[in-house]
């Protein structure tokens, strides 16, 4: 394929992806033929193609299929922005979002085409033999999210140096900045000269150390941290001219190992050394729904509730059998510029400029050869020959569908679940947060990371918890609320994909995915009662939906974070599953 056919092609991938999720989220209807849909919008333009709608309400649309008509005229649709133009009005875009939108559009097609031809010849079994690094650098990203590469900020240069599938690894700058404007916190199991062994082989760090001693920089005054390239040449130099002009903050430059971005660009994993710790860094660009910045009262406190989470579950019988890790983050600093911390509704990237969370890397926790990691939201690969990894990996388990996917259930999705139950404790479980250890290729455990933010506390147990350190900066909800930290964040974001694959590319039934689910949610409720707010078993769910939140707010700055927003109820996979599990059973 040449560059215009492939051009068209992710165009049009694009536009199939907009069209299953603005009819998730509600955003258009269209009338249906059998297998064949026809969307009509206000600005004359209609929409034809095949599709069919999942068990959630979702439509997986054939991209080949999509014709665009207007005033009579028939064609292939070559253009996403043009779909996007042809339904401003359904998606109440006003110009200035709309214009922004394609900016972030443009910018998404340009990394879909990189990232097409890097997997054009890559088969999914290929992935389960690569490093977690190599893996995410052909994965396709958030799969709910309408757009998710725009990176607004970054040009393509930037793109090729730092983007999870083209970066071939780069050192990071590191600044000395004084102790008295940091605000940091250590684990007790590791020292701030292991944190730079994490980063510095002994030569490089000998070398680091003798530039502090020839620049008369005492570690009693001042702590080492990394910053990323490309926040030091774009933000750091010139945002904090007048610290470093008065030696607050002292560039070491660019030096030690080599590092790689992770598919949420942000964190790192050491290439020079593979068994380090990954690093966690702001960079100040727009992707999917936010600023990728890094809020100073989330890095203290998931140093201490990482912690104390280990020790205090430790004990729990469930969690034990199903093999349930904490991946720790080790250590964290932040810096808020002084001036701009005076300005306490500023926009919250000004108060995310500089920041460090060390974290334990999955591979870590693979203790044999027979072992494996990996972040849950790559089952969502599937190769050019519509084989899926999560397939792959059922085939090399030895085990049928059934068997694996009860093993992932029992060993994820329950103890996911249990922590809500029996501990209040919730964590976004989308497809990067959640890890799946794997033992010959069957789901074997769970881990859980990233405690920044997306780790919340229900507000029946928050006083349970009052005596460990900083955690009120972990947010609360009622329960009601909260399970949709598991269900919208892995059901829905997660599971959602991975069952239409399979009745996709499988010929396994959606509906006997969730009667699997079910089987494992019953047996769960029948020992431990979860409360009805909460229970997987209820008939429906709240539908939250993302993409509409971005046509609302647009692009301009604010304080907060944007929060996601509510559609029509769900009726829920789960329950479908386990009344159809009753029904054959009668």
């Known amino acids: ?68 008509t207007k005033e009579g005229n028939s064609e292939q649709i070559t253009s996403a922005a043009q779909f996007y133009i042809d339904a401003q009005e359904e998606l109440e875009l006003s110009d200035i979002v709309l214009a922004n939108f394609l900016e972030e559009l443009n910018n998404t097609v340009v990394r ?4 097409f031809n890097k997997r054009k010849n890559i088969l999914a079994k290929d992935l389960i033999g690569m490093t977690e690094i190599e893996r995410e650098s052909y994965l396709n990203g958030h799969p709910k999210a309408l757009l998710n590469k725009g990176r607004i900020g970054w040009n393509q240069s930037d793109s090729s140096h730092y983007s999870p599938e083209e970066s071939q690894g780069f050192k990071l700058h590191w600044l000395a900045i004084r102790r008295e404007n940091l605000t940091y916190k250590l684990s007790d199991s590791i020292s701030e000269s292991e944190l730079l062994d994490e980063s ?32 030091w040449d774009n933000i750091i130099q010139t945002q904090f001219n007048l610290e470093i002009a008065q030696s607050e903050i002292i560039h070491l430059g660019a030096r030690g190992d080599l590092y790689r971005p992770q598919v949420s660009l942000r964190t790192l994993s050491n290439i020079s050394r593979k068994s380090q710790l990954d690093i966690k860094v702001p960079l ?14 989330y ?7 990482s912690d104390f989470l280990q020790e205090y579950l430790s004990s729990d019988s469930l969690l034990e059998n199903a093999n349930f890790s904490i991946i720790k983050e080790r250590a964290g600093a932040s810096y808020v510029s002084s001036y701009f911390a005076q300005i306490k509704d500023a926009p919250y990237r000004y108060h995310e400029y500089i920041g460090i969370t060390w974290r334990q890397s999955m591979e870590s926790l693979e203790s044999s050869p027979e ?13 050019n020959n519509n084989k ?10 030895g085990l049928d569908k059934e068997a694996w996917l009860s093993l992932y259930f029992n060993k994820v999705v329950i103890p996911l679940y249990h922590l809500q139950s029996s501990y209040g404790i919730s964590l976004v479980s989308h497809g990067q947060n959640i890890v799946l250890k794997l033992k010959n290729h069957a789901p074997h455990g769970v881990a859980i990371k990233d405690f920044g933010g997306d780790l919340r506390i229900s507000n029946e147990f928050k006083d349970k918890y009052k005596a460990v350190e900083g955690i009120e900066n972990i947010g609360n909800l009622p329960a009601a609320h909260l399970i949709h930290d598991l269900y919208t964040g892995h059901m829905v974001t997660l599971m959602r994909f991975v069952s239409a694959i399979l009745e996709d590319t499988e010929n396994f039934p959606e509906i006997k995915f969730y009667e699997l689910l079910s089987r494992e949610v019953e047996k769960y409720n029948n020992e431990y009662h979860p409360s009805k707010e909460i229970n997987l078993l209820r008939e429906k769910f709240e539908r939250v939906i993302i993409n509409t939140v971005r046509f609302q707010i647009g692009y301009g700055d604010s304080s907060q974070r944007p929060l996601p927003k509510l559609g029509t109820d769900l009726m829920n996979p789960i329950f479908l599953g386990h009344k159809s599990r009753k029904k054959e059973n009668e």
Do not use: C
């Open 1 to 68: 394929m040449d560059l215009r056919e492939i051009t068209i092609l992710v165009n049009q991938k694009l536009v199939a992806k907009a069209l299953g999720e603005l009819y998730y989220e509600e955003n258009i209807s269209a009338a249906q033929n059998n297998e064949l849909y026809k969307l009509e919008l206000a600005s004359g333009a209609s929409y034809t193609f095949k599709a069919r709608e999942t068990i959630w309400t979702s439509l997986i649309v054939d991209p080949n299929s999509l014709l665009r």
């Open 112 to 115: 879909d085409i990189h990232l």
């Open 284 to 297: 100040t660009i727009l992707n999917t729904s936010a600023i990728r910045g890094l809020p100073k009262k």
């Open 299 to 305: 890095i203290q406190i998931g140093v201490t509730i």
């Open 371 to 383: 072992e494996k990691t990996l972040m849950t939201g790559t089952m969502l690969f599937v190769d």
């Open 200 to 231: 510095f082989d002994s030569e490089e760090k000998s070398k680091l150390l003798q530039e502090l001693k020839k620049k008369e920089i005492s570690l009693d005054e001042y702590m080492i941290i990394p910053a990323h390239p490309w926040q």
């Open 388 to 397: 899926s990894l999560v397939a792959e990996l059922i085939e090399k388990s």
